[in-house]
């Protein structure tokens, strides 16, 4: 099934890697702004399986989620609220810039800060 790069962006944000994982370039880089910069595909499917399991069991839902889409870039905005499964709570404004040649992830930059649950 061949994904737009809107698609594919809207997957990776929303947290449905197994969606979005085929369509990322073998050098793909993702750069976790104020944390790590992964480098290759199976840096960053290693790191969305560890994302995944994390949030196994956790409730996630989308306040915001607007997107932006260029011909070979998309932007997402997000805010996220995840629910752990004790009753915790906690809520996650993002903004993740993709960058694609011919369909595929070749670069991710993510903003992420911790907001105060409401």
């Given at each position: 099934m061949d994904l737009?790069?809107?698609?594919?962006?809207?997957?990776?944000?929303s947290h449905r890697f197994d969606e979005a994982m085929p369509c990322l370039s073998e050098d793909v880089v993702w750069?976790?702004?104020?944390?790590?910069?992964?480098?290759?595909?199976q840096a960053v499917v290693d790191a969305c399986a560890s994302v995944a399991a994390e949030l196994r069991g956790?409730?996630?839902?989308?306040d915001?989620?607007?997107?932006?889409?260029?011909?070979?870039?998309?932007?997402?905005?997000?805010?996220a609220g995840y629910r752990a499964a004790e009753g915790s709570l906690s809520r996650v404004a993002?903004?993740?810039?993709?960058?694609?040649?011919?369909?595929?992830?070749?670069?991710?930059?993510?903003?992420?800060?911790?907001?105060?649950?409401?």
């Open positions: 737009s790069i809107e698609e594919i962006a809207r997957a990776i944000s750069e976790l702004v104020g944390e790590d910069v992964l480098v290759g595909k956790t409730e996630t839902s989308f915001q989620f607007k997107v932006i889409a260029g011909p070979a870039s998309v932007v997402i905005d997000s805010v993002s903004c993740d810039i993709y960058d694609f040649i011919g369909g595929q992830v070749t670069h991710i930059r993510s903003y992420n800060i911790e907001l105060t649950p409401q």
